[in-house]
């Protein structure tokens, strides 16, 4: 009886399947372009958030956002909101889908969809200029993680 006690506990504890992460063509959006569900489940890492936010080969979103809160970071960027207080301007599930496609709540930004893979016209594969041979093959720029690392950081963002 015992065995079958601790049995159940055992698979009833760890015999749950992690949450799949949502593919970008599956994001729950809701009307106003916010997306209130986790993209992996995962809670955002706000120390990665920082660093792709400042990694020209990752987010880099300081090339057109300013952030006072990182003084240390050259060159940001004059085009784009200043993102300082945006953990008070915003939900974490309106940054989220901001981070996401900017696009869904604002119409006529310039801002890259993050976690998209259409529809959208792309200058090429690797900026080629040459189209994917498959839709499939098009890669959002961040990761899911990466999205819910962004979103974290920008939640310690407040005024």
């Not at 079958?4 to 698979?11: D, E, G, N």
């Not at 004059?78 to 599930?93: H, V």
């Not at 900017?102 to 959208?120: H, L, N």
Request: net charge negative.
């Amino acid at each position: 009886m015992h065995r079958i006690l601790a049995l159940t506990i055992v698979v009833a504890g760890f015999g749950l399947p992690a949450m799949a992460e949502i593919a970008p063509e599956d994001v729950p959006w809701s009307e106003d372009g916010s997306v209130a569900e986790s993209l992996t489940g995962t809670p955002g890492n706000p120390d990665e958030g920082k660093v792709i936010m400042t990694t020209n080969a990752l987010g880099n979103c300081v090339a057109c956002h300013a952030i006072e809160a990182m003084p240390d970071v050259p060159f940001q960027g004059d085009i784009a909101p200043q993102l300082d207080g945006a953990g008070d301007r915003w939900t974490e599930a309106q940054l989220r889908g901001i981070v996401i496609d900017a696009k869904r709540t604002f119409p006529e930004s310039f801002m890259p969809g993050m976690y998209k893979v259409g529809p959208f016209i792309r200058p090429g594969v690797a900026y080629t200029a040459k189209p994917p041979e498959k839709p499939e093959d098009i890669k959002p720029i961040l990761s899911a993680q990466q999205v819910e690392d962004v979103v974290a950081y920008l939640m310690t963002l407040s005024e």
